[in-house]
Structures are given as C-alpha cells and as structure tokens.
C-alpha cells in the first residue's frame, strides 16, 4: 500500500513555494485593487466601479417650467378671481436713459445717445454685453398695468431682439421669460424680370423705425397686451438680455385699454354724422408691402390666371405669405391712401387651403390700434379656392371711418380660440413623458411582457394621472370639432390616443406592452402642436371701398385655367427648368463674355439664392458670368453611379460643382478629373478660412483638391429638467458620461453614443492609416484601447445600439446623448414641448496628463470642386475663392435663414463667418469649443472599405461577443488586403 504522506525534503518545500506564490499574487491583487485603473474588466459592476456619480457638480436648471411658473391666462385668471382690478390712473413714463442699474460688468454700461432714428432726446442703447437693465416706478394706484416700450431696431445678426422680464426679482408668468420686439423688412426694390422673362425676387433688407408696443406673447396666443397687477409703491423693472441690440427710449406702465366692439364703434360714428363714403375703391396689391416683421415673409407666385398680375407662362411674384406667413405674432403692414373722409369697408382677396378644415385667424389693425374688439382676432374659413373676404360678421360688412390721406392696415397672425387647445395639448405631452418616466423606471425600456409588474399599486397616482389625459384629450377634441364644424384629421388622430389610455385605465396590465406606443403618441401629439400653431395664409390684393361696391371675381372659371395649363405646356419645349435664375449675357461678338457652369447639390432655394448673390456682387466685380444648375442632392455623393461622374465620363462636367459629397473631390482626384488648389498662387492664404482637420480629407498626393463648404459635428446634448432632478452634473469627460449611466439606467433611461470609432481613436492617439496612406493604422496600441473603449460602451455598459435620439429625447428615456448639427435644429424647433428644458455642451472627452480634455472628433463634411475639364479655371477659383469668403457665407447664411427660417441655418466652415451668424450666445461658445477639436480622417485608395470591416469587427463583439483584439486584428487584415488591390489597380505598389 502506497504512503500518502508528504515525504520530507524537496517536497515540502516546493508546497511552502506554493504557499508563498498563492500569498503574494493575493497581496498583489489586494494592492492592485487599492490603485486607480483605467480599465478594470468587465468583472466589476459598474454601478459599483462608479458608485460615486454624484461627484460632478449638478446644473442649475434656472428656466421656469409651467409646473413651477404659471402660464398667463392662468395667473391673470387667479388674480381676477381675487378681485383685483384694472388700474384706472394715468400712465407713468419712464425715460429709459434714467436706468436705476445694469448688469454685474462695470465696463458693459448701456450708452446713451441722441440723434437715433431721428430723436433728439437721450436714448439707451443695449448691446449684447449688458446682461440686465433695472428701472424704478413708483406706483400711485394697485391693479393691472401693461407695460409700454418705445424701442428702435439698431443694426444686430438679424434675429428678433428677445428679453426676459421681472418684477421685483419674479418672473410674474412664464411668457415673461421671453418677450420678443420684432425687426422690420421690406424688399430692397421691385422685382426685375430676367432673360427667361421670370421674375427675380428682390432681397430682404431692414426698414429700423421707431415703434411703440405693448409686451404681449411672441406666439400669438393672446390679442390683447399682457397685464402686470403692481400693488401701490415702488416697484422695479428688470430685463435681462437674451439675444441682440436695441434702442429704448421710453418704458410706461399704462392702464388697459378697453377695446371696443363694433356695435359701439357703430353707434359713435351716428353719433359723430360720419357719412359712408361715394364711389371710390382703392385696391392694394398685396405683395407690395410696406414691411414685414419677418424677413422669411415674401413674395410668392400663384399661378391662378386671375392673380394680380398674371403668370402668363411664367414665374410671377404676385402673391404674399403663403406657408411662410404661419407663425404666431408675423406681421404685414401696407401704406394707402384715400382721397375723402368717409366710411369704408374691406376686401381682401385671401387663400386659406392650410389646416384640414381649421380656420386661421389675424389680427387687424388700422393706423396702429384695433379699431373694435371683433378684429383682435379674425377668422379666415377653410376654403380651396381663392376668394374675397369682407371683413365683418356674415350678416354685416364692417364700416371703417378714414379721415382723406394716408393710412396703413397691419396684419398679424394669431392663434385665437387655439390657444386653450394648445396650452392644454402642452400640458398632455408633459404628462406623458412623466408618465411614461415613471413607467420605464419600474419595466425598463424593454419589458417582460410575460411578467405582471403591478403598475397600479407601485406608481402613486398612476389611474388618475392616465384619467387626467384622457380627460384633457377629450377637451380638446370638442374643442376643435367646435371651431371647425367638422373632424379634421387632428381629431381623429387624438380620439386614436384618447381610445389607447382608456384602455390603459381598464386594463392597466397592459401598459407595458403599449410603451412604445406611448411614446409614438407623445411624439405625434408634438406634431399635432406645431401644426395647429401654424396658420397659413396668402394674399392678392386688398380693396378699402365705399359701402356700395361690388367686389371682382376672385376665382377663374375651367376656361381660363385650361388656357393657362397650355401656355405652360408650351413653355415647357423652350425653357430650361434646371438653370436658375438669368441666362448669362454673352459679349457683342458672342464669344468674348466669360461663363462658368455651376452646379449646386442642393435645393432650388438655395441656388436661387446663390445665383442673386453672384448676380449682384460677383459679376459686377470681376466681370465673369454664372450659369447656376440644380442637381439632387444624393447624384453628387459618391458610390455608385452619380450625375458627376457620367458628366465627367462624357466631358461634359461643369466648371465648379458646389455642394459636393465629402468623400467626392479624392475619388475624383484619383482619376484626375478636379483640378489640385495649389496651384493657384493664394490657395494657403485661403485655406487658413478654414479649421485645419476640415482640410484633411480633400489632400492626396501632395495635392488639395477642394474646399470646405459646411461641417457637421457632434455635441453633447441633455435634458436640464431631467440631469437637475436626478442631481447630475454634465460630463465633461468620457469617465464623467460612465459615472452618471448607473444612475439613469437604475431609473430607467439610458444614455445615446453613435456607433463611430473616430473621437474614441484620435482621442488615443491614434490614426486611421499610416503617413503614407498605404496601410491600415488600426493595429497599433492606441488603435486597440480606442477600439476597446468603443466596443466596451454598449457590451459592458449597455448604451443602446441603435436609438431614434430625437424622439427618446422628447420622452425623456434619453435625457442626455451625442447629436450633430441636424439634431440640434431639430431640438430648437421641432420640439416647443422642450424649449428651456434642454441645452448642448461640448461632446467628452479625454483628459490629458497638462489637465487639458481632448475632443478630436469629426463629422460629415460638403465641399467645392473644380472640374479638370473646366476651360475657365482662374475664373473658377475666383468663384471659389468668393463663394467661400466670410462676406459671401455670412450673408449667404442670412439670406437662407431669412428665406427658410431658423430650421435652415447655415453651418459655413467658414470659421469666421460662422461665427457672425445669430447664434445663441451659449450655444455658439460650444460650438467653438468643440470646433478647436475638428478632425476628419484622410481618403485614400480603398479607403471606402475601412468604415465597412470596422462595422463588420464592432458586430463581432457587440453582437457575437467576440473577443476584441481578435476582431480588429481581423478587420485590419481586410483593410489592408483591399487597400493594397487598390494601390496596384492604380499602379502604386504593393503596400510597405
């Protein structure tokens, strides 16, 4: 039988070896532990490896919401219903040079001034770094006073000029968080017509005057002015700066003014002996405006063979408003005269086919004041067809009593009997995304749908907070269906989402299967909000005539039109539809005027907008001609076969393509078909236009092939209500972003990353390729830990693969992400549910061993090429070289958004002109921020293929758990398989 025992000697003392091993790999890995690591393995919890997510300094989320200030038809109710009253004293004047404070900055001091405008008393002028202006007013009756502003419109970035408003350090009201004083626009001349026989539209341009105006709501919710209830005593006015320059010269507290309706405006003019006025009719065509308030208001063309004047065949700007005359508190005044006192009554030939059977309604006014109440807020009836609308009420034609001269009649839209719908439509939105909150916080964003969560007994409330939506949808069904007559397409959809809560209500089991239908319903009901905001409306002429005229005929007959429809199909053999604008003029001899082809990959707008640009500034100055062509945008991207290359193929490119796919100008390098930048002379002064990392994927082989047109970036973006109430601070590094997840997912949310590698890699310190551009520059150290860190977000710390971060923003399942450009447009005006609960910061990063935090990031780039085949070159990169100035981008910017609206913004990569365009002020310091750190990857020869294997190694990992440096070092072979048969198909050699 064999001794079990341990022998003496050598045995013994290989166990104590043993022994001593096991103790010192334990007390190694107890002393590891105690370290800080940078990368701890997936074996430890995260909420543990992160348990201190507080560390970050919380935001301040400083803007009201309604649930902690009052909306102003519900604090103005209250008060009433506390017996407070209109004040009925006289009004108090308070010069506004007489300011009692400013801001905190001793050298931002308002200036005071004379001579502006025309005026010869002081004036205060508030520029953007005056951050509060406080005045005193002393009080001598208590009860509601509206507050008057005599202000001039200096010379700022084109925006509206907003301020905020406290009384005695209050906001009394969440509308006085922003107060809007509008500028003033006019066409700069009547329209030309071109060789095509099109009209031309005129640009925009500033029409400053003084006016004088009583702060009301800048949505067009309410007709009359705010009212402020001041008790007796001293009192101060306190405005804050948001945006852009102006000048004040008085601010009064007045008392309300009675407007009132018509059957006493009636009986005062019996009274006075007014006689109705005699044969007489002035007709004001509509385009002809005196200004406008909104500079995206224009002239449009109608094509109805009876607008004034007719198209004929052709583009006539003979209309105005339109779609773009839709939003809450626009303006248009015309100038008339008449030629005797007398009483008169109004036509205005007027299409309102917008809003499914809605009305749309404005307010008139008539030499600056509403003459009666019946007008504060009209109604346009739903029609197809155009037609006169006589102001009055159906029965009765309203009578207008004006003295002989001149007078003007204004245009404002309003909201009107909307305006409970829609407040009560905000208030359903928020509640559903707290709901829906607090749903995710107890099921997750993905439920069991086989276990029973108990949704009733462990959210508080939860049966009478779906009774409340339900009951508030109800609300607003009826009231649509009263002021339309009928069921509109809104009130279909809202009974849809009224029919799934009351189903919640009676079977709240089933709310986990409906979250995502919940939150359809949310983003529906956002849509439906912004819709019914908008009222639409376009005009032909205006006619102020005695009582007993006839008005014309406003619709054409089926002749008319069928001859109208034929002179188009005629037109249709000899007009170019591509070209825009003018046909270049050709020298006396035909041959001696120099033309460049240029095509634009984007839309009709703004390569309209380009060519009036080259029209009025580029050609008079260096005497070269611009024909302007549109192409889709998606023909000149690469990949595939694209209207670019089949030009090129066919020696038909043009001169200069603008607009182009980032990727565009090295693939067509390659094959030699634009020409290399640096051999014009000024090509470096040019180029230092522009942030160096956006130059870098249009160099190859020694040579720069374009230029930067726009640039996209990603930031960070988040939920200031959200971040504040769960006391988190805003990451400002990637660790900062991997401190908070623990938090948001334990409460049900998550955070939004785009599966991209490229901040993770240059963050690094790594490359794309080597500084050849022959090889793959993904197998180095630096390229692994990036390629970890990459994978590690949604393997180890479940950020969710793919997300539609717009609408799990508004639902608050995301409060914070990385967005673009796109992204953030979208935010600030595609989401009015949101305004103030959001704000950007710059993307995280990683920090460095000087403290500094790297954001290397890149984006989606547009450029402008010259075409090799161009016969013009030097005048093409005259046109470059102007296109591309911070004058042209700058203006090109305002005139697009001025034209489109706030949700065409343009994002020049021209640094300078960029930031000259109206950006917010906050927001535009993050974007320098994150600009410093702009860097696009190179394009080189089978380069197409990197973005591929890359994707095919993150699904390895993130989908079929792969091991990481397997996975890359596979995709690195395949990158350089296919970079090295590119290299040899074009001669290069094989890789080193």
Do not use: C
């Not at 507050?147 to 001039?152: G, Q």
């Not at 600056?368 to 037609?387: C, S, T």
């Not at 014309?552 to 199909?569: D, E, G, L």
């Not at 040019?686 to 092939?705: E, H, I, M, T």
């Amino acid at each position: 039988m064999k001794n079990n025992r341990m022998p003496p000697g050598g045995n013994r003392t290989s166990v104590l070896r043993r022994r001593s091993s096991w103790v010192v790999t334990v007390s190694l890995a107890l002393l590891l532990s105690a370290m800080p690591s940078q990368d701890l393995g997936a074996s430890q919890k995260l909420a543990d490896k992160y348990k201190d997510a507080l560390q970050l300094k919380p935001i301040e989320f400083t803007s009201y919401s309604e649930d902690q200030l009052p909306v102003y038809a519900h604090a103005v109710r209250k008060q009433q219903e506390e017996g407070k009253t209109d004040a009925a004293g006289e009004r108090i004047d308070i010069p506004a040079s007489q300011y009692s404070g400013f801001g905190d900055d001793p050298q931002a001091a308002p200036l005071i001034q004379t001579g502006i405008g025309g005026r010869t008393e002081p004036i205060l002028i508030w520029n953007e770094g005056t951050e509060w202006i406080e005045w005193t007013a002393e009080i001598k009756e208590s009860g509601f006073y509206q507050i008057e502003v005599d202000y001039f419109p200096i010379e700022g970035k084109r925006s509206s000029i907003d301020r905020a408003l406290k009384i005695d350090g209050q906001f009394p009201f969440n509308e006085a968080q922003r107060l809007s004083f509008y500028r003033f626009w006019k066409d700069a001349a009547e329209p030309v017509r071109n060789r095509k026989g099109d009209d031309v539209r005129p640009r925009q341009v500033e029409a400053p005057h003084w006016e004088t105006v009583r702060l009301t709501d800048n949505e067009g919710k309410h007709a009359e002015p705010f009212r402020f209830y001041l008790e007796k005593g001293t009192h101060t006015l306190r405005m804050e700066m948001i945006r852009e320059p102006v000048a004040l010269s008085r601010i009064s507290l007045v008392p309300p003014e009675i407007v009132p309706t018509y059957a006493e405006v009636k009986q005062q003019y019996s009274q006075k002996g007014y006689k109705e006025a005699e044969d007489m009719a002035v007709k004001i065509q509509a385009e002809q405006a005196d200004y406008k308030t909104d500079p995206t208001i224009r002239r449009e063309t109608n094509s109805d063979p009876i607008t004034e004047p007719a198209a004929e065949g052709n583009i006539r700007l003979n209309v105005i408003g339109d779609y773009r005359w839709r939003k809450g508190g626009q303006s248009i005044a015309w100038t008339f005269a008449v030629p005797q006192s007398g009483l008169y009554k109004v036509g205005i030939k007027a299409g309102q086919w917008w809003g499914d059977g809605l009305p749309g309604y404005r307010k008139i006014e008539v030499d600056g004041r509403v003459p009666f109440r019946e007008l504060e807020e009209f109604a346009f009836p739903y029609d197809k067809h155009w037609r006169i609308d006589t102001l009055g009420d159906g029965e009765e034609d309203y009578l207008f009593y004006l003295e002989e001269g001149e007078h003007t009649i204004r245009m404002t839209v309003q909201l009107g009997p909307y305006r409970e719908v829609l407040q009560s439509l905000m208030e359903t939105i928020r509640q559903i995304s707290d709901l829906n909150r607090k749903i995710i916080m107890v099921t997750g964003t993905k439920p069991d749908l086989n276990y029973r969560y108990d949704l009733d007994r462990r959210i508080p409330n939860l049966l009478d907070d779906l009774s409340a939506i339900t009951e508030q949808l109800r609300f607003q069904i009826g009231e649509i269906q009263r002021l339309s007559g009928k069921n509109p397409a809104v009130v279909q959809s809202l009974k849809m989402i009224e029919d799934q809560f009351t189903r919640m209500i009676r079977n709240p089991d089933s709310i986990p299967a409906q979250l995502e239908d919940m939150t359809n319903s949310q983003a529906q009901l956002g849509n439906w909000l912004l819709s019914l905001k908008e009222a639409p409306l376009v005009l032909d002429y205006l006619i102020v005539a005695s009582p007993d005229t006839t008005w014309p005929k406003a619709m054409s007959n089926i002749f008319q039109r069928s001859y109208a429809t034929f002179q188009n199909f005629l037109n249709s053999f000899s007009k170019d539809y591509n070209s825009v604008g003018d046909t270049p003029a050709l020298g006396e001899d035909g041959k001696d005027a120099v033309v460049i082809d240029v095509w634009v990959g984007n839309g009709r707008e703004w390569a309209e907008l380009l060519k009036d640009l080259a029209d009025e500034t580029f050609t008079p100055e260096t005497g070269i001609a611009v024909n302007m062509n549109t192409i889709p945008a998606g023909q000149l991207a690469v990949g595939g076969v694209n209207t670019l290359l089949l030009a090129a193929s066919s020696g038909k490119a043009p001169d200069v393509a603008v607009s182009v796919d980032g990727l565009l100008p090295v693939e067509f390098a390659i094959r030699d078909a634009v020409v290399n930048l640096n051999q014009f002379a000024d090509y470096e002064e040019v180029s230092q236009w522009f942030l160096p990392g956006a130059l870098v994927p249009f160099r190859y082989n020694g040579g720069d092939y374009a230029l930067p047109e726009t640039q996209d970036f990603n930031i960070l973006v988040y939920r200031k209500d959200i971040l504040a109430e769960l006391h988190l601070g805003i990451p400002d590094t990637w660790d900062d972003l991997y401190q908070i997840l623990p938090v948001l997912q334990r409460n049900g949310m998550n955070a939004f990353v785009p599966p991209v590698i490229d901040p993770f890699l240059y963050q690094h310190g790594g490359q794309f390729y080597n500084e050849e551009g022959t090889e793959s520059g993904l197998a180095s150290p630096e390229a692994y830990r990036a390629f970890k860190e990459w994978t590690d977000l949604y393997t180890n710390y479940r950020i969710p693969i793919q997300a539609d971060f717009f609408n799990r923003m508004r639902s608050g399942e995301m409060p914070i992400g990385l967005a673009g450009y796109q992204h953030y447009v979208l935010l600030s005006t595609a989401a009015p549910e949101l305004a103030g609960r959001w704000g950007i910061a710059p993307a995280p990063g990683k920090k460095q061993l000087d403290g500094t935090v790297d954001r290397s990031a890149g984006g989606a780039l547009k450029a402008t090429v010259i075409f090799r085949q161009s016969e013009h070159p030097n005048e093409a990169w005259q046109f470059l070289k102007w296109w591309m100035s911070k004058e042209t981008q700058q203006r090109f910017g305002l005139e697009l958004e001025s034209l489109l609206g706030v949700e065409a913004r343009w994002n020049s990569a021209n640094v300078e002109a960029f930031q000259e365009l109206p950006w917010p002020k906050e927001d535009l310091m993050t974007f320098q921020e994150q600009w410093k750190w702009f860097k696009e990857p190179p394009v080189v020869l089978g380069g197409y293929f990197t973005n591929r294997h890359l994707t095919n190694a993150w699904n390895r990992v993130v989908m079929s758990g792969m091991n990481p440096r397997e996975s890359l070092e596979q995709a690195v072979k395949d990158i350089n398989r296919e970079l090295e048969a590119k290299q040899e198909e074009y001669g290069f050699g094989k890789p080193r």
